[in-house]
């Protein structure tokens, strides 16, 4: 069983930073995206960032780019999520998600899920 553990959630205030971690269990991801989504309050799921674990490309949703930034450590086997200029619109619960497409892990459609960080932003 393959499992997405996250870590790093907080409460922070606006215009500070903080660095999610989400470590897989195993290294099954060589062919796999990994995705951060978030979840408000009252709100839907949100596709934040994409990385391939292969070349490293990314993407971002328009509201957090050049705010937040997604990497990752092939050897830990980890993502992470950099979050700089955090606003209060930025508080919600943080997952981490694997799919075998970036199609498929935008869609909020991955095969794995972690079971989220609590990120809260005060004003």
């Known amino acids: 069983q393959v499992q997405l553990v996250e870590s790093g959630g907080g409460l922070v205030q606006a215009g500070g930073s903080l660095r999610l971690s989400c470590a897989a269990s195993?290294?099954?991801?060589?062919?796999?995206?990994m995705g951060w989504f978030r979840q408000a309050p009252g709100k839907g799921r949100e596709f934040v960032a994409h990385?391939?674990?292969?070349?490293?490309?990314?993407a971002y949703a328009d509201s957090v780019k050049g705010r937040f930034t997604i990497s990752r450590d092939s050897a830990k086997n980890t993502v992470y999520l950099q979050m700089n200029s955090l606003k209060p619109e930025d508080t919600a619960v943080y997952y981490c998600a694997a799919g075998s497409s970036v199609r498929t892990v935008v869609a909020g459609k991955g095969d794995y899920w972690g079971q989220g960080t609590q990120v809260t932003v005060s004003s």
């Open positions: 195993r290294r099954t991801f060589s062919s796999y995206v």
């Open positions: 990385i391939t674990w292969t070349g490293g490309n990314t």
